[in-house]
């Protein structure tokens, strides 16, 4: 497979972030100071231009990009490139105070007041056009300067806007999807419920908060419109810059499992996929491996969001951030392990949220890479220097991807419906916690997992894990038939197949849209249980699996059952079953367990489907990046005490020595192995 490196002027991998010359214009002694210091930690790009709207405009129309092109073009002769990104993430106290319907409005109908950020309207024709013409004229200005790589627009884009403006714009977004058929839209929504009956598109209100919250229709429709019209605004910049610099690629940076965007939907307009990785390193709630492994997670969701180019790790930080509940500091040799995670996932990027401190305000103790102390001579800034090294070091690996042949189903659309239905236990109902442990026992095995939409195409699979699917999208189940009609390996478990994309239940039996013939059992009832309820699975092979939280009562029509019940009024009835498709299996899991005692399970759809088990010491993460020169191995030891490895042969680009049979990795450590 080609390579596609993503900037070939940098030669390798992206080492920077985001840094705000801004905030020193009076102090040109620090931005000389910054550009020095940025070569000795090894960094070729800053992310420039994130907050600069007020310096570029202070007043309306007075426009002033010099200082800009200045620092871009100080930078450039000093080998360091820029991403710029647009300044629609905050406006200027002088645009909202003259133009009040760029500020958001909230879910109780209240406009916002000035201040703050990423709160402005996504549809009033008048904040887009002062978009339009500070993209336009930052894109005339210093888009064609040639050290500006890439655009990044606004920033993590978020929120929902109630406006009357906004409204309008759901209502003919509605009119459009169904057609002007009212008659439609009722009926999908089921609103002869509680006499919730529309008459005209133009009754619809969105969900206030004090308002019509109780129909899952108008609640799915919001999210999905709101994903729809800030797609609408992202898009509406990128084409401002692409009609001055169509040649430059553009990103915006996502936050991995936020929940108010679909991202599969923005993803197809970007070039490439970023993102801001900050993990509560070392927190008291679980184990450091787990942290990483979590962390590994969000990388696959969205590394997967386009599959075969590498993403970039927009955002992380160097030492610290300020708002966890906690802000600890990441441990001495943590920062490099966590680098070169993002890396071994995927990312062709290691940025960092920020170059500098600033003095004030709400960002002052945010780590960065330059402290208030202002000099290289930190532990924060050495480890930051010895990760520009090393991503010198393994700058061939750049361009290559993360292949797999299994992948793990996840939605938004799936996410949004669980969160809303009524149904469960509300506080139990775990969705992405579901997914996460899943992934990460197949991890542990060794198999970094894809993590897809459940209507894309599952051709390069031969594993593919669906947890949860209670919201089928209309190509789903006949895309999970074909998959086991040519001999994949699926597991699905309980809450599959309830409801279709407009949430009506199927008829006739979950998982519905035929799905129920796939497996060869009926959901007939599901059982929540209490926090300190427990039943078991009991297995062929005499193990048990405990159950927690829900447990769903089968009609076994024609699969094999491979465990039951170990308790209660449906003791001895199905809980784990498989339906032989040629070489294809259709597993059923009818309750929840603990992911890891699945891994037994999960280990045999692998066998059977071809894919090799890595075992590994606790706390090992293993992932391969491909390239047509082959592969690279990547071992991080999440642990606190040495690893000793064997099997692991090839030329460890880390330590720049050949490994044969045996690998040693000191605490926090880790290795590029090149076959
Ligand atoms: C986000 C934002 C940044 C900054 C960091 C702090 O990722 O994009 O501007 O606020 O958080 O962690
Ligand atoms: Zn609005």
Request: charged share 25%.
């Amino acid at each position: 497979m080609e390579k596609k490196i993503l900037f070939p002027c940098v030669g390798g991998f992206v080492h920077g972030g985001d840094y705000n010359p801004d905030q020193w214009l009076d102090r040109l002694d620090i931005l000389e100071e910054d550009v020095k210091l940025m070569k000795k930690a090894g960094v070729n790009c800053v992310t420039l231009g994130v907050f600069s709207w007020a310096a570029y405009e202070p007043e309306e129309g007075d426009f002033h990009f010099e200082w800009m092109e200045q620092i871009i073009e100080n930078l450039f002769q000093n080998g360091i490139y820029t991403i710029l990104s647009t300044p629609s993430g905050a406006r200027p106290a002088w645009l909202d105070a003259k133009y009040l319907e760029a500020m958001r409005v909230d879910n109780k109908g209240l406009r916002n007041r000035h201040g703050g950020r990423h709160n402005h309207c996504m549809t009033s024709p008048r904040f887009r056009d002062k978009v339009a013409v500070i993209d336009r004229k930052l894109a005339e200005h210093l888009g064609r300067h040639p050290g500006v790589i890439m655009y990044h627009i606004s920033n993590e884009l978020g929120g929902e806007c109630y406006c009357p403006q906004c409204v309008q714009k759901f209502q003919k977004y509605l009119a459009e999807k169904y057609d002007y058929d009212i008659d439609r839209l009722n009926m999908e929504w089921w609103t002869s419920f509680w006499s919730h009956h529309y008459n005209t598109f133009g009754e619809i209100e969105p969900p206030f908060a004090n308002g019509e919250t109780t129909i899952m229709g108008l609640n799915m429709e919001w999210k999905r419109f709101t994903t729809f019209n800030m797609n609408d605004f992202l898009q509406y910049e990128i084409e401002v810059l692409h009609s001055v610099t169509p040649q430059i690629p553009v990103t915006t940076n996502f936050m991995s499992l936020f929940g108010g965007l679909d991202y599969r939907k923005m993803a197809p307009g970007l070039d490439v996929v970023s993102w801001d990785n900050y993990p509560p390193f070392h927190n008291d709630g679980e184990t450091f491996g787990e942290t990483m492994l979590g962390s590994a997670f969000n990388h696959a969701v969205m590394r997967s969001l386009k599959r075969d180019t590498p993403f970039m790790m927009m955002e992380s930080t160097p030492s610290l951030v300020n708002w966890h509940s906690i802000n600890k500091l990441k441990r001495p040799g943590v920062h490099k392990l966590s680098c070169l995670q993002a890396v071994a996932c995927g990312s062709d990027s290691v940025q960092y949220f920020q170059w500098r401190k600033g003095r004030g305000s709400y960002e002052q103790f945010h780590g960065a890479v330059v402290d208030h102390l202002g000099t290289d001579d930190t532990r924060v800034f050495r480890e930051v220097a010895q990760v520009g090294e090393l991503l010198q070091k393994i700058a061939p690996v750049a361009g290559t991807v993360v292949k797999s042949r299994a992948a793990l189903l996840f939605d938004w659309d799936n996410r949004w419906a669980i969160w809303d239905v009524k149904a469960l236990g509300q506080k139990t109902k775990k969705y992405e916690e579901t997914c996460r442990d899943i992934w990460k026992v197949f991890l542990r095995l060794g198999v970094d997992m894809d993590v897809v939409g459940s209507d894309e195409d599952l051709s390069r699979y031969d594993v593919v894990v669906a947890p949860m699917l209670y919201l089928l999208q209309p190509e789903t189940a006949g895309n999970l038939k074909a998959f086991v009609n040519r001999g994949g390996q699926l597991l699905a478990t309980y809450f599959t197949g309830y409801v279709n994309d407009a949430q009506l239940c199927y008829l006739g039996g979950f998982p519905g849209d035929g799905l129920w013939e796939l497996f060869g059992v009926i959901s007939e009832e599901i059982d929540a249980l209490y926090p300190s309820d427990r039943n078991g699975i009991l297995l062929e092979d005499g193990s048990r699996w405990e159950v927690m939280d829900c447990a769903e009562i089968l009609r076994v029509q024609d699969a094999k059952v491979l465990g039951t019940y170990t308790d209660d009024f449906y003791q001895g009835s199905a809980a784990l079953t498989c339906k032989n498709h040629g070489k294809g299996n259709a597993y059923y899991v009818a309750a929840r367990t603990e992911a890891s005692q699945m891994s037994a399970l999960f280990e045999k759809m692998l066998a059977d489907a071809g894919i090799p088990v890595k075992k590994l010491p606790e706390g090992v993460e293993y992932h391969v990046r491909s390239g047509e020169e082959g592969n690279y191995e990547f071992y991080l030891n999440c642990t606190t005490e040495p690893v000793e490895l064997s099997g692991v042969n090839g030329y460890d680009m880390v330590t720049d020595a050949p490994v044969s049979e045996k690998l040693t990795l000191p605490e926090y450590g880790a290795a590029v192995i090149r076959l």
